[in-house]
């Protein structure tokens, strides 16, 4: 879905970001404009390229048109520089060593585990028109050099802030079987393709924290807890994976800015406070995620008003997406300590307003990273026709859990109750794990079914801590001992 794909911003004067050896030689070229033309021997269009010398290749940039400005023209070189040195562009300098066939086979292996275990269907899913095709086209490139393959997954932002959905603000249970299932995918990985996987996650919590009445410094305490439970997950299973290299890695947007910690700050950067950016809820922010936030909106950002355009009714699925973001964050803030003392109707202005934002955000924030990561399998926890660039994931298994939208006592001991959905498995982030006395397997879902079973009389809950290694959840057992086996369900 091309969100806005009009605009002034930095990304927007980039036709192609290439890599060349040091003999000038093309290795890669990713075309950001389809109809971009990329000669490097042209006299009259030199002048629109940028390079960096990596060390062993070269990276650079194709200008379709140079920014005016003075201002303008101090971020737009500094961007491009970040990008030229960020770009994720190594794995395509690498010598080709495995001829067509085997290549083919491997990526074809590859692709058969991720449909197997990780593909997320959608209505619209097209995987089997061409997608698994297009999956196998990114994939090749690694397997040709017999490198390890990555992938780039945006997710793990923080924990929402409805406790009628989650149980707290650290990662828990559900988190813990996301992770499970990423690692368990490069371990399935590693057993066809020796060199192996790596999923790199993108966290977006400091793109929308502000949006979403979360705190910055929770988003960052939340991903610290992350990676310490990542950790603990490698701990336990470094004998079938490279105990130098954990199989999941994570990045924040201020990571992909700034890698070096402590550098110093051009100026354009520093000039870029003036940026005013929207704030609908008076969430605290921290210095360094609003910096990153300023960068992220004047570097990858769409053109508002063509955004507008498209809501206001010209393009039937933007309109849609933007209903469906207006619907959740009404949702999702109705328990926030910024907007309890709202009134519903505006609770509804407000969540319509932050939907808009929100949208133009995600699709700067995609812009980025089509930026920094040309090379890599760009996976997504939103369902897509799965034709490429982006393919969308499960990140929780239907083998050890299932998922839960109606009352529990309904749920789980009538024929009629649903316990899973095979299309919409819910994120760990928006809700909550539990498992149920007298069932193998967990179930996700509103931390509110949890308490209104409790209220029922039928149920006792508590909290089961979490230990090394695995997250917390509810423990719930029915008072009253019932007739209905558990396993004539399954």
């Known amino acids: 879905m091309d969100i806005c794909d009009k605009g002034q911003s930095t990304y927007h004067s980039i036709a192609t970001i290439f890599a060349t050896s040091k003999d000038d030689e093309l290795l890669h070229a990713s075309r950001l404009q389809p109809d971009a033309a ?90 089997n028109q061409g997608g698994r095709l297009a999956f196998e086209d990114k994939v090749r490139p690694f397997t040709e050099r017999d490198v390890k393959i990555e992938f780039v997954l945006p997710a793990f932002p923080c924990k929402s802030s409805n406790t009628n959905k989650v149980q707290g603000t650290s990662p828990d249970k559900g988190e813990e079987l996301a992770l499970r299932s990423l690692h368990g995918f490069v371990r399935d990985v590693k057993s066809v393709y020796q060199p192996g996987a790596k999923v790199w996650v993108v966290s977006d919590g400091h793109v929308f924290s502000d949006c979403i009445g979360v705190d910055d410094d929770a988003v960052d305490r939340y991903n610290q807890e992350l990676i310490q439970l990542n950790e603990e997950i490698t701990a336990e299973d470094s004998s079938s994976l490279d105990s130098e290299d954990n199989p999941v890695g994570f990045m924040g947007l201020s990571d992909l800015f700034f890698p070096k910690a402590g550098a110093k700050k051009p100026d354009a950067i520093t000039e870029l406070s003036s940026m005013v950016l929207p704030h609908f809820i008076s969430t605290e922010l921290s210095e360094e995620a609003e910096e990153s936030r300023r960068i992220l909106m004047r570097g990858c950002q769409g053109d508002r008003d063509a955004l507008r355009a498209k809501v ?44 808009l934002e929100m949208i133009a955000r995600n699709n700067a924030y995609s812009n980025l990273i089509e930026l920094l990561f040309p090379l890599h399998v760009r996976l997504s926890i939103h369902a897509h026709e799965n034709l490429g660039p982006k393919f969308g994931v499960r990140l929780l298994s239907f083998d050890n859990i299932g998922a839960v939208d109606s009352p529990l006592e ?77 396993d004539s369900s399954e």
């Open 38 to 127: 990329l000669d490097l021997t042209n006299r009259d269009t030199v002048h629109h390229i940028v390079r960096a010398d990596r060390g062993g290749f070269v990276s650079g940039i194709h200008k379709s048109y140079q920014p005016q400005g003075q201002l303008c023209d101090a971020f737009d070189d500094w961007f491009y520089q970040t990008i030229l040195e960020q770009a994720r562009l190594e794995p395509i300098t690498r010598p080709i060593v495995n001829n067509v066939e085997l290549s083919t086979k491997l990526a074809h292996d590859v692709t058969t585990i991720f449909d197997d275990t990780m593909r997320n269907i959608g209505s619209k899913d097209k995987w």
């Open 312 to 355: 206001s009714g010209s393009d039937p699925s933007i309109l849609a997406l933007y209903r469906g973001f207006s619907k959740f964050m009404l949702e999702d803030l109705e328990m926030n300590k910024y907007t309890q003392g709202l009134s519903r109707s505006k609770s509804r202005k407000l969540s319509s307003k932050i939907a």
């Open 410 to 486: 309904e749920a789980l001991f009538t024929p009629a109750g649903s316990t899973s959905d095979l299309l919409h498995i819910p994120t760990p982030w928006h809700n909550c794990v539990f498992k149920v006395e007298g069932w193998s397997r967990y179930f996700i879902g509103k931390s509110k079914l949890v308490q209104d079973c409790i209220k029922s009389g039928m149920f006792h809950s508590k909290w089961h801590e979490g230990s090394a290694g695995h997250g917390g959840y509810y423990l719930v057992t029915r008072k009253q001992p019932t007739a209905y086996s558990s």
